[in-house]
């Protein structure tokens, strides 16, 4: 399965202050790691980022490019991209996009049980929402999620009763 190099990061949400400064919903672990990037793609275009920080779980973005709040205004909506060349991830690390759609196997048959339909982020840890005859929500946790092979293209779990 081919990577995509852009990933979505976020999402313009409105403009902040007068200087053309934009607020990011952040889509990725945090808003201190989309602060981080000194270049976001927006449109297929890429901005350099002047200055970036966090306030209240969003990000407060200047572009290069952007001088003003009437410029800023015209990014409002628009989604925000990050280069996945410009991220070192460290061991066992991966992104969301390159898991979802993998097939989930159970570790113990070996067989396939779904697919990996989508990640729900809540408090206590991630849920991964396999696809199938039933639907299953299995916690991302090390007891059940098992193995995350990128490079395969697998997920393994141990599954328990009730999963």
């Not at 607020?23 to 990725?28: D, F, G, L, R, V």
């Amino acid at each position: 399965m081919e990577k995509k190099r852009y990933l979505e990061a976020g999402k313009i949400t409105n403009t902040h202050g007068v200087r053309g400064e934009v607020k990011i919903e952040p889509w990725c672990d945090s808003a201190r790691f989309l602060a981080g990037f000194e270049r976001l793609y927006i449109d297929n275009s890429e901005h350099k980022v002047s200055s970036a920080y966090v306030h209240k779980n969003s990000v407060i973005a200047l572009f290069d490019d952007v001088s003003d709040v009437n410029a800023a205004m015209r990014l409002k909506g628009s989604v925000v991209y990050i280069d996945r060349e410009d991220v070192k991830l460290d061991e066992g690390e991966y992104f969301i996009a390159d898991i979802i759609g993998l097939p989930v196997i159970d570790e113990e048959s070996g067989e396939k049980i779904g697919d990996l339909k989508d990640v729900l982020e809540y408090p206590a840890s991630r849920i991964y929402v396999v696809s199938g005859e039933p639907e299953r929500l299995i916690p991302a946790v090390p007891e059940f999620i098992r193995k995350v092979d990128t490079e395969n293209g697998e997920i393994y779990v141990r599954l328990i009763e009730g999963l």
